[in-house]
């Protein structure tokens, strides 16, 4: 006879559905419950190995069929199939069916001696009588419209991406599903995929023009629902690039690729552009991972949570730095890159296999983040292939923490082109253009994050080479054309006389383009506003003055005192904000004070821990407890100020009494350069960040005392909304939008004005060209954002005048959300 199993996150609930099946049948079908952890803090969960027990203790050749709850039952449930022969794992059948209704019927059908296969079929339908009874079927769109069912709620929904739903928009995807309370599921024919999982809805390899089911099921799932329909009417955010080809008189068959003809080698075209320079390799290694039993399984899962912890924050700070350098767009990629390692199918499975093998964290993970790797290889897509080189970036990084391996750097001497098996995302994300010439892997495509990031550095790139790249010499002269995908490892004169025609004639075009950005940003009435650049090192003041930036708004000093072991000296300080003052010239640079804490610790400093660190030590407070940190900062930047147009502000300013206190610590840095009777600027503009709202209610106080205010809409809007933004139940509030923000905008504009003072923004909104025109008529004389959103900003104010953005600024924060303030710039904002 079948033999049945019920598997659930609580105990509870398996031996209650065991008990309905039995006053069913009595004790005729074999049953056996698995449900919960043995935790009794957190009892809450599944384990593969109870599944295990179970299932052998009603084990028979007739079959056994198993039912389960939610998404991690299903994978403990495969995990412990892992454990049988596999002629007993084959009689084991996993069944879809709804955990009560489903365990009711299979019980049934068992007692009558059927066949696994029917009683797979009867508990699958057991939801048909239901249906029938209350007059509804499977939830469907009509004419758009949500139909609600037993089952819960679904929309039919047609991607039209140029690439299907890879990874940035399925990313977007994930995160939306995310905010809701609310079970979903995406359907592509007879695959199915838990909507908050980023790999398995990236690997489901939905096309272009193909359309999926979502099914929702929970308190929010109308809403969610209605989210993703909204999502994937906005083409899930997506802006379809073009995918680089070749000329068709210098197209290169696929067979002829990493094979020399006539001196040239073919690969792909990956990012446009001529570089020509010596060749310098970059080929980090992974130490090797040996596998190892372990005692402690609750320690190992403990690590692996600490790495994987690690590992995202190391990629927030990349993805803030991409965002700078290159766009949103390109920062995207790195969001998807958090989402995976937040997935929770990657992390159960690493979880069970530990507790199930009692197997070393190093292990466990590499085998699950490899397995993940190998599902996108195995898709059909080009593009969606070749996404297993982000998982493996993701997952090596968390590797090296468990493994105390250092990241690999990669620093140049002198301008060189870089040559490489393969880049990952990350590495590529934070290479120098002004000394990577170009770039050649010997794997890779076109359609690669580490292209579509090269391309966004504007870095020449030849990629899929082939293994010929591995023989050439560091400082060997090569050349290669990113347009075409050639490599010439021995260029002669005549070549390399044509390629340096070539870029020449390609560098005017960029600059032509370049020029146009770089032309001052004022209305059609003649009132100009000042555009900056936000930046987190002195390499990016050069990138931001190539979109036009005219000064730096905000230089972000975190990541002086970020990845080390100890604060940096003051001389270390001053070289960097002199090579950035130097980029600039007369241009002006502001400079941030350290802004640590919260979501920025520093590995070296105790900053304690805080149940809420948003509201705790950070910004300003630390730095006024810290002399130690703050005073040699302080001098360094009054020191780089000689000759130079620099500019100091302070970062969360809440009170008068702060803001004196800093300006004391100025007075003191600087009395003690006097006395050491080193050189500094004398008279430097001293101003602020508007950040939080109580410096909003005494702006008028803090004017007096200051020579500019400048707006941080990031936490400002968290902070007066009170609503953390990285929560994703409140995350619908973090709208700098809203117009309860856009009031206080207002107010610190006009308290600044009145006092005769400039007010600027640097935070995300201030690089939101749809919201451009609106800040000018909120009154703000300045903005600073990404550099790559800068062209489109300066764009937005040429195409307006002073009559029409306070028109839009006085309706807009009239309005009742931050969705409708969007909704009307769209409308009013061709």
């Known amino acids: 006879m079948v033999g049945i199993i019920v598997v659930s996150h609580s105990a509870k609930i398996a031996e209650g559905v065991l008990e309905l099946a039995r006053q069913m049948v009595g004790e005729t079908v074999p049953l056996a419950a698995a449900g919960g952890i043995d935790d009794p803090e957190n009892p809450i969960g599944t384990d593969a190995m109870k ?4 299932i052998q203790s009603v084990y028979s050749e007739d079959g056994v069929v198993v039912l389960m709850d939610l998404g991690s039952a299903l994978l403990s449930a495969e995990t412990a199939l892992e454990f049988l022969p596999p002629e007993e794992a084959a009689q084991v059948h996993l069944c879809a069916a709804p955990l009560v209704e489903g365990a009711i019927a299979a019980v049934v059908q068992a007692s009558l001696g059927s066949s696994a296969t029917a009683v797979m079929g009867e508990a699958t339908g057991a939801l048909t009588v239901k249906q029938a009874q209350l007059g509804v079927t499977q939830g469907e769109v009509v004419g758009g419209e949500t139909a609600v069912s037993t089952t819960g709620q679904s929309i039919s929904l047609t991607v039209h991406n140029k690439l299907g739903l890879h990874a940035r928009p399925a990313a977007r995807f994930v995160r939306t599903a995310n905010q809701f309370d609310a079970e979903i599921t995406v359907r592509k024919g007879e695959q199915a995929a838990n909507a908050k999982s980023i790999n398995q809805v990236a690997t489901l390899g939905v096309r272009q023009g193909e359309t999926v089911e979502i ?20 083409n899930f955010g997506d802006v379809d690039e073009a995918v680089l080809s070749l000329p068709k008189d210098q197209e290169v068959e696929i067979g002829d690729r990493g094979l020399e003809i006539e001196g040239v080698l073919a690969g792909i075209a990956g990012s446009p552009g001529i570089a020509i320079g010596p060749a310098v390799h970059y080929r980090p290694t992974l130490p090797e991972v040996t596998e190892r039993e372990v005692e402690d399984a609750a320690g190992e899962w403990v690590r692996l949570q600490t790495a994987v912890a690690a590992a995202i924050q190391e990629i927030e700070q990349i993805r803030e730095t991409a965002g700078r350098q290159m766009g949103q767009s390109e920062a995207d990629i790195f969001e998807a890159h958090q989402l995976i390692l937040q997935d929770p199918t990657l992390l159960e499975d690493a979880h ?28 059909e897509d080009e593009y969606m292939r070749a996404r297993a080189a982000d998982v493996r970036d993701v997952g090596q990084r968390v590797l090296r923490h468990l493994l105390g391996a250092a990241h690999p750097t990669f620093t140049l001497a002198q301008p060189a082109i870089l040559l490489a098996e393969d880049l990952t995302p990350s590495d590529t994300a934070q290479l120098d253009p002004a000394l990577v010439l170009g770039i050649a892997t010997e794997r890779g495509g076109a359609t690669s994050h580490t292209a579509i990031l090269a391309r966004g550095l504007g870095i020449p790139a030849v990629v899929g080479v082939g293994p010929a790249l591995a023989a050439m010499a560091d400082d060997q002269m090569i050349a290669l054309d990113g347009r075409t995908g050639q490599l010439w490892p021995h260029p002669d004169k005549k070549t390399l006389a044509r390629l340096k025609k070539e870029q020449t004639k390609w560098q005017k075009e960029r600059q032509e383009a370049q020029r146009l950005s770089r032309e001052d940003a004022v209305t059609a009435d003649g009132r100009r506003v000042e555009i900056a650049a936000n930046i987190g090192s002195p390499q990016e003041a050069a990138v931001a003055l190539q979109y036009g930036a005219e000064g730096v708004g905000l230089f972000r000093t975190e990541f002086l005192f970020m990845e080390r072991d100890s604060a940096p000296t003051e001389e270390e300080q001053l070289a960097a904000y002199q090579k950035a003052a130097e980029v600039l010239g007369e241009r002006p640079l502001i400079i941030r004070t350290l802004d640590v804490g919260g979501d920025k610790p520093l590995p070296y400093l105790d900053l304690g821990r805080e149940d809420n660190p948003f509201l705790g030590w950070r910004g300003i407070r630390f730095c006024l407890e810290m002399p130690d940190i703050f005073l040699p900062q302080l001098r360094a930047i009054l020191r780089a100020g000689v000759g130079h147009n620099v500019k100091l502000m302070f970062p969360m300013i809440g009170t008068l009494g702060e803001l004196r206190a800093a300006k004391e610590m100025v007075a003191q840095a600087q009395a003690e350069l006097r006395q050491a009777k080193i050189p500094f600027a004398e008279q430097m503009d001293v101003g602020l960040m508007i950040e939080v709202p109580s410096a909003v209610a005494i702006a008028d106080q803090l004017a007096q005392e200051a020579d500019f205010f400048s707006i941080g809409t990031n936490d400002l809007t968290q902070y007066l909304m009170a609503a953390d933004r990285g929560n994703r139940k409140v995350a619908d509030l973090v709208n700098a939008l809203n117009p309860a923000v856009l009031r206080m905008v207002r107010q610190t504009a006009v308290a600044a004005h009145e006092a005769g003072i400039w007010v600027g923004m640097c935070g995300e909104l201030a ?25 489109a900003v300066k764009t937005a104010v040429r195409q307006t005048t002073l009559a029409q953005v306070e028109e839009l600024a006085k309706v807009a924060v009239g309005l009742a959300s931050g969705m409708a303030v969007a909704e009307f710039l769209q409308k009013e904002i061709q």
């Open 215 to 234: 099914t929702a099921v929970g308190p929010d799932a109308a809403q969610a629902l209605a989210a993703l329909q909204a999502l994937a009417d906005d």
């Open 767 to 791: 690089g939101n060209a749809l919201a451009a025109p609106l800040l000018l008529g909120l009154g703000l004389d300045e903005l600073s954002m990404a550099a790559p959103s800068i062209p």
């Open 352 to 379: 069970q296999r530990i507790l199930a093998r009692k197997t070393n964290a190093e292990a466990v993970w590499q085998a699950a983040y490899e397995a993940v790797a190998a599902r996108y290889a195995a898709i």
């Open 51 to 54: 599944i295990l027990t179970a």
